[in-house]
Nanobody
Framework: QVQLVESGGGLVQAGGSLRLSCAASGRTFRQYAMGWFRQAPGKEREFVAT????????YYADSVKGRFTISRDNAKNTMFLQMNSLKPEDTAVYSC?????????????????WGQGTRVTVSS
């Protein structure tokens, strides 16, 4: 069982930056690939980025490539999402998720555990 808790969301102006964190419980964090997803009001869940168990593999949605960076610290059971050059269309609830297998894809059906999410609002 893995419990995930996101933090770091908030209100920021367009062009600004935020750093999201996803803290995981348990001693098995390093065994899981991790991902970030977001859901804007009235829209479907959208893939943002994923990272392999070791951190050596990453994959991003085209909409965030070059602006967002996913990383992890296995010693601290924590994953991060550095978000730069934020746009109003990045406004959403951001959730992290854990999966036993790493895929370089935006699918989410293989994720086993999900956090509750943290809200990000980007004003224009």
């Amino acid at each position: 069982q893995v419990q995930l808790v996101e933090s770091g969301g908030g209100l920021v102006q367009a062009g600004g930056s935020l750093r999201l964190s996803c803290a995981a419980s348990g001693r098995t964090f390093r065994q899981y690939a991790m991902g970030w997803f977001r859901q804007a009001p009235g829209k479907e869940r959208e893939f943002v980025a994923t990272i392999s168990q070791s951190g050596s593999g990453t994959y991003y949605a085209d909409s965030v490539k070059g602006r967002f960076t996913i990383s992890r610290d296995n010693a601290k059971n924590t994953m991060f999402l550095q978000m730069n050059s934020l746009k109003p269309e990045d406004t959403a609830v951001y959730s992290c998720a854990a999966a036993k297998t790493y895929y370089r894809s935006g699918s989410y059906s293989h994720y086993d555990y999900w956090g509750q999410g943290t809200r990000v609002t980007v004003s224009s």
